[in-house]
Nanobody, 124 residues
Framework: QLRLVESGGGLVQPGGSLTLSCAGS????????IGWFRQAPGKDREGVSC????????NYADSVKDRFFISRDSAKNTVWLRMDSLKPEDTAVYYC?????????????????WGQGTQVTVSS
């Protein structure tokens, strides 16, 4: 069974940093483009960042550009999202998702497999 497991969420102060991970179970992430999405109460699900395979690039939402950084490690079968200079408005449940494609978009409907999410709370 294909499974994605997010981890690394938690409580962090404004201006702090947090790194999320998305680990694959039952399949090799290297064949998939991976996206990070988030959803806060009362708001629509938002595409945050995505990364293609080794032949694809990465994309970021304007709201997180220059603060968030996506990377992947084939040996660990994991995709990371490093979040710097966190703001209260970054508070949300963060989900990773996968699609069998080289390139990625920030459109959730393009992704086939989803994790259960991890809570990120930015508060003093």
């Amino acid at each position: 069974q294909l499974r994605l497991v997010e981890s690394g969420g938690g409580l962090v102060q404004p201006g702090g940093s947090l790194t999320l991970s998305c680990a694959g179970s039952g399949f090799t992430l290297g064949h998939y483009a991976i996206g990070w999405f988030r959803q806060a109460p009362g708001k629509d699900r938002e595409g945050v960042s995505c990364i293609g395979t080794n032949h694809g690039g990465s994309n970021y939402a304007d709201s997180v550009k220059d603060r968030f950084f996506i990377s992947r490690d084939s040996a660990k079968n994991t995709v990371w999202l490093r979040m710097d200079s966190l703001k209260p408005e970054d508070t949300a449940v963060y989900y990773c998702a996968a699609v069998l494609a080289e390139l990625c978009t920030l459109s959730s409907h393009e992704f086939d497999f989803w994790g259960q999410g991890t809570q990120v709370t930015v508060s003093s």
